[in-house]
């Protein structure tokens, strides 16, 4: 109607775009085993939304598979909840030695499990 053209250059050359983060499916499994015997069951929702903001996690899971995963914490409030990156955020930092404790039974778990003379050389060692 206007008589208009456009281009669109995303620049992938020079500034590449972020690949989408994938969860690996069997460290899922693995997850929810871990996170649901520390946790309990009940307390992991593997039922999420999924969420297409960019992460850097993504540029590792392109050489070694990953699992990316948040921490949840109730807030005993009625009033809602700031995003993340907003200064009104409040964070309930009884979660914290939570998370930690899943961290190392997930690092703790998954290194004993593995049998260390089949992994060495098999992903890279730098990225």
Known sequence: MQRCNA???????ENPLYPPTVN??????????????LLGINKV???????????????YQE???GYYFT?????????????LHSPYLV?????LPYGAALHASLATGYLYQQDVAKV????HDQL
């Open 63 to 65: 050489f070694i598979p």
């Open 91 to 95: 964070i309930n930092e009884d979660g």
């Open 71 to 83: 921490l949840g914490m109730e807030i005993a409030s009625s009033e809602p909840v700031a995003p």
């Open 24 to 37: 690996n499916g069997d460290l899922h499994k693995f997850f929810v085993d871990v996170a649901g015997n």
């Open 7 to 13: 281009t669109v250059n995303f620049l992938d050359e």
């Open 120 to 123: 060495v050389g098999k992903y």
């Open 45 to 59: 929702d593997t039922n999420m939304e999924q969420d297409m903001a960019a992460e850097d996690f993504a540029f």
